[in-house]
């Protein structure tokens, strides 16, 4: 009576993980598109903090300081999905951190989510190229699961609202004028309506 006891017990414990798996994991073919609300997220920001970004200690270290997607509601944020072992990626991320210097940081951001698995390798990669950009880690690549990433690069450019306008995977010659247009309209297009 005891071995069933513990057996049945065993099953239960297998049916509960596989309950919250399937809570907690992106569903299979899910992909977040043009028109959907952004998967919000909350990671650690292991580089280069935004400006007003408050942290305890004004000489800490920004690792271990949390970063949510919600706090950038009323911005248009470029979400870059990328990791150092991809050669487009090694290749974007430094003219998106250039083209950051362009938009006022209070209407349009751009932030560098690193899916390595190892934090180190991306900071390394930061520091020898001097990115300047907001860099996030998702070693587990949680949050780029919960977006339905194909294939890195992945970008989405959310609106202010905290939909998604735009989603591109993978990175061509020219990317980055796209890029640029698109977050100048989308900008430009906002505040024609704020002024009706």
Known sequence: MLHTMSSDIRSLDVRIWMLVLLLILPYPGFSAGRGDIAPNFSLPLIANPPNGTKTADKNAQPLFQLLDLADYKGRIVYIDFWQTNCAPCRESLPMLSRMR????????????????????????????????????????????????LS???AAYIVDRAGYINSVKHGYTTGHTEIVRNKLRDLSNSDHLLEKQ
């Not at 349009?108 to 990669?125: Q, W």
């Open 101 to 148: 210097d362009e938009f006022d940081r209070k209407d349009v951001e751009i932030l560098a989510i690193s899916t390595d698995p190892d934090p180190r390798d991306a900071l390394t990669f930061i520091e020898q190229h001097n990115i300047s950009l907001p860099v996030l880690s998702d070693p587990g690549a949680i949050v780029a699961g919960q977006y339905g």
């Open 151 to 153: 294939a890195l690069p």
